[in-house]
């Protein structure tokens, strides 16, 4: 079964990617952290993508696609997918169809994550991660117990270059422009739920996971 879970920058996607990980047998492919590994590369490749994203700019469909579809065919064929931040346009969900069909495939549940602009941009000013294992901290929601130390292993905690101000505007305005386009491409499939990401993560959590096991995903115990 393939799942994508989509919504503005700070709706929590990463964070429910992580819960739902934990829950359900999946493989959580973020387009974030595949384009991250490419930016870290001292490459042409990787020079490429760090001016796009350090400005909150889409990495050109090109680059994105073919880093995305390159991470699914690595999976084993027999899991399922969380697909996280991808796809993000009309032409990526295109791209990403094409792809799947080669494999008999299709995506099955896309789940779109709702939370004012005011919260987002709150999360995401606040949004701190760890430089070694890259847990994710929020100075106001999930604050570590020592300021600027990762609880997990004492790493360092750092902001990402793209959660700076004009980064966010940005990205937001990106993903405005975007969203409605990509959400009606799966709307008329009839395979989109929404949910509330304005609450705890753990209640989105559990929302997340009923609809899952609405539509028939064999879900872990815990
Ligand atoms: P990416 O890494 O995908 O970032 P994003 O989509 O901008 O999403 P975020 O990671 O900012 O937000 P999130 O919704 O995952 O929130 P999180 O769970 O961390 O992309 C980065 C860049 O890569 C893009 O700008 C672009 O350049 C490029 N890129 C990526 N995909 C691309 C594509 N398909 N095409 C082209 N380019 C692409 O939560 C945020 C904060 O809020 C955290 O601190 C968290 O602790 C807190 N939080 C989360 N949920 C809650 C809650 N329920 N209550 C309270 N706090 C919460």
Redesign the pocket.
Known sequence: MNIIIL?P???????QATNLKERLNLVHI???DV?RAARASDTELGREVRR??DA????PDAI?VRLIIEAIRRTSGSESILLD????TVA?AEALERALMDANEGVDAVIELQAPLETVKA??A??RICRVCGA???VN??PPRAPGACDLDGGELYQRE?DRPEAIER?LAIWARENEQLLAFYACKGIVTTVD?D???VE?TDDIVAVIEGRGLPVAKR
């Open positions: 919504g920058q700070g709706s929590g996607k990463g964070t973020a387009s974030g384009l796009y994203y909150g700019e889409l990495v994105t931040g991808f796809p993000r990526q999360r995401l606040g949004r994710v901290y929020n929601t999930k793209d990205r990401a609450r705890s993560p989105v």
